[in-house]
């Protein structure tokens, strides 16, 4: 795919804003369940903060005692991480009056000011000996004996008890969002490949208008791309008519010049002496100026009109037939190669007539017996051969035939200027005629057009 391909950039943008917002949804969920988990384990602790005040009862002068608590076999675990401790408040503070078998030998270090009796419980960030970090929940308690002193309970858990649910939360959240990612990746290019399927459509139109298959865009588009369909295909329709109307003025233009020639050769005709032959001979040649430009003319704006498609092979064996009775009298056999194939000249018809007229033509005069015309593809040209099996063109002449009034050999009728005419038309369409040698023994003349398949 192009580094410049507009489904790239949308695939690659939405791709990107698709992860960053998934990758923002996941870090939201897990801090959010972290948060849950830490609520919940603060909420076990505050019940077995409320079981510890229960259970506690005071034993004089200087002891307490903790009876009918609900068992936890982790607080009998030797540092399990659940744990609680009893210190003493008042004139003569004692730390750890009491705790929890899960403590082993270690105290936990608690804050200096501690809450008032019958506030509630107090959350507390600690730590334990080992530097573990520990939630813990506290409270001020006085017993109702006369003796008792007041007292402050804690109890704290581990929050390495909140890591392995969290692990396996993030876990399956990751997975979850993986499968969500490619889902949704699967989505993103469904979309865009629907969504620019259009376009694809209408480069394939304009690819078909380009090679003459189409006058105009066909078919129904969004209508985001209607408008441009609209307009596209009005100047395709302007275009038409702009050549059209060349044509007509250049067919306008023929008559008007064609028709005093006509009367002046036909007035000189009737008449003798050098005058007469000059006017002939002028007339002669401007009617051949005349065609020359005309033709060269038409192919210009053909060249600039779109959708043009002309077969090669009707004209060609038009043209075999055609010369076939013009040279009749010397017995040349005109043929269509059998491997000729049917291609398309993006061109005006006329035009291609014209070329390969004068290329058979020529080769008719020059050749003994015979004349091969082939049609071969070239990349997305087409190329037409003409071989005769004449005397041939020595390589040094093969420039120079194509110039404007040349002829190699004077006893040949003509004027100089079919080869030219060829030449000129064929590079106003961006094609080529050359000289070879012949497989036949004499000359081959190649002229390359552009395709229109």
């Not at 510890?52 to 675990?77: E, I, K, T």
């Not at 581990?158 to 969002?177: G, K, N, S, V, W």
């Not at 050359?434 to 036949?440: C, I, M, N, Q």
Request: aromatic share 4%; with cysteine; glycine share 8%.
């Amino acid at each position: 795919m192009n580094a410049g391909s507009l489904r790239l950039r949308l695939l690659a943008g939405m791709l990107a804003w698709m992860l960053l917002t998934i990758a923002l949804v996941g870090w939201g969920l897990r801090t959010l369940f972290q948060d849950h988990i830490t609520q919940q384990l603060q909420a076990q602790l505050t019940v077995q903060l409320d079981q510890l005040s229960a259970a506690v009862d005071w034993q004089a002068p200087d002891r307490v005692s903790v009876g009918g608590m609900a068992a936890d076999p982790r607080l009998s675990q030797p540092l399990s991480g659940l744990y609680w401790q009893i210190d003493r408040l008042g004139p003569q503070p004692q730390a750890a009056l009491a705790r929890s078998r899960s403590l082993w030998d270690q105290v936990l270090q608690l804050p200096d000011a501690a809450p008032p009796p019958g506030t509630g419980f107090r959350p507390l960030a600690l730590q334990d000996s080992q530097g573990h970090a520990l939630l813990a929940v506290e409270r001020s308690l006085q017993l109702p004996d006369e003796e008792a002193p007041p007292l402050r309970l804690v109890v704290a858990g581990d929050r390495a008890l909140l890591a392995e649910p969290l692990h396996r939360f993030t876990q399956m959240l990751l997975i979850a969002l993986g499968i969500l990612a490619l889902c949704l990746a699967a989505a993103v290019a469904v979309q865009l490949h629907l969504a620019l399927r259009p376009l694809a459509l209408l480069r394939q139109g304009l690819a078909a208008v380009h090679r003459g298959q189409t006058q105009r865009l066909e078919g129904r588009y969004p209508q985001e791309l209607q408008p441009l369909v609209n307009e596209f295909n009005h100047v395709l329709t302007q275009n038409a008519d702009m050549v059209q109307r060349a044509r007509t003025q250049a067919g306008n233009l023929a008559h008007a010049v064609h028709t005093p020639l006509a009367i002046l050769a036909n007035a000189s005709a009737q008449e003798q002496g050098a005058l007469a032959q000059l006017v002939q001979e002028q007339v002669a040649l401007a009617k051949r100026q005349v065609d020359y430009h005309l033709a060269h003319a038409r192919a210009a704006a053909a060249v600039r009109a779109t959708g043009l498609h002309t077969p090669a092979l009707a004209p060609v064996q038009a043209l075999l037939r055609t010369m076939q009775r013009l040279h009749a009298e010397r017995a040349i056999c005109f043929e269509l190669a059998p491997q000729a194939q049917n291609l398309a000249f993006k061109g005006e018809e006329q035009d291609l007539f014209e070329m390969l007229g004068n290329l058979i033509d020529n080769a008719g005069k020059w050749a003994r017996q015979r004349v091969v015309v082939d049609i071969q593809p070239q990349g997305s040209a087409l190329c037409i051969t003409v071989d005769d099996d004449g005397p041939g063109i020595a390589p040094d002449q093969r420039e120079r035939m194509f110039e404007r009034g040349v002829q190699l050999d004077e006893q040949h009728p003509g004027s100089g200027l079919g080869l030219n005419i060829v030449q000129t038309l064929a590079h106003t369409y961006g094609g080529s005629v050359e000289a070879l040698d012949s497989p036949l023994g004499g000359a081959r003349l190649q002229l390359c057009l552009p395709g229109a398949d």
